[in-house]
């Protein structure tokens, strides 16, 4: 799509190598508790990141905000400090009703509080032809009023389209915690969940262990392009 990626964080060995590979040209960072993000203030358009789901999967102890890798706090900390004009946040379905809402509510509630329009959306990989479910809950969020000082492309679009969430019109948007209830966690297909299958091969013991991990922790790439192509004609209009 002719994006740049400036910067990336993570903090396991593995995915560091998997970024690097596919973002050489990035500024790269480990613990997210570390990263002071107002040198990128001005300068981001979106901010991605699917904050740690171990807390609230049914495959955890789904200790919540007592878990240490409850780290919403800290992705928002970010938000803050570099003002995206876009956020866009993933988590597994079982956020969504994790005591009672409680989290799912929360993170709608700091992104408003810091000047977005958030809506949430439950989207399945099999949306995009993927051989299981696996669903995931995606936060979009939008601020009209940040990045206006800076000149977008945006502003150039011959014609500006709809509010963005009319792009997203036939997705199951989530409007109420309690209408929604957790499911099995499917079962891993590296090829459709996140990782390309160049990586499926290593011979190492620990690689190959690491791979299969990053393989459960990993978005469905293609559900994020259709997010981002939407966002993307709201930026710049329809192709005249």
Not at 23 to 31: E, H
Not at 40 to 58: E, H, K, N, V
Not at 147 to 163: D, K, L, N
């Amino acid at each position: 799509m002719g994006w740049t990626n400036l910067f990336n964080c993570e903090w396991e060995e593995f995915p560091r190598k998997v970024l690097k590979h596919h973002f050489p040209n990035a500024t790269q960072y480990g613990d997210i508790r570390e990263l002071r993000a107002t040198a990128y203030a001005g300068r981001i358009d979106i901010l991605t990141g699917g904050f740690p789901c171990q807390p609230y999967s049914l495959a955890g102890k789904r200790k919540g905000k007592e878990d240490e890798r409850h780290l919403w706090p800290e992705m928002l900390r970010i938000v803050r400090e570099c003002s995206p004009r876009w956020v866009v946040g993933e988590n597994v379905r079982g956020l969504v009703n994790w005591n009672g809402g409680l989290v799912f509510e929360e993170v709608c509630a700091d992104l408003e509080t810091c000047g977005y329009s958030v809506q949430p959306f439950l989207l399945p990989a099999c949306g995009v032809g993927a051989p299981h479910r696996r669903d995931r809950v995606w936060f979009v969020a939008y601020s009209d009023s940040i990045g206006q000082e800076r000149g977008t492309r945006r502003e150039q679009a011959q014609e500006r389209p709809q509010p963005f969430d009319k792009f997203f019109e036939g997705w199951d948007r989530v409007q109420n915690a309690d209408n929604f209830h957790n499911m099995a966690e499917p079962p891993i297909c590296g090829g459709d969940d996140g990782l390309p299958r160049v990586l499926d091969g290593i011979t190492f013991s620990k690689w190959r262990r690491e791979s299969i991990k990053a393989y459960g922790n990993a978005i469905v790439p293609q559900v994020a392009f259709q997010i981002f192509k939407a966002i993307n004609l709201y930026e710049n209009g329809p192709r005249i």
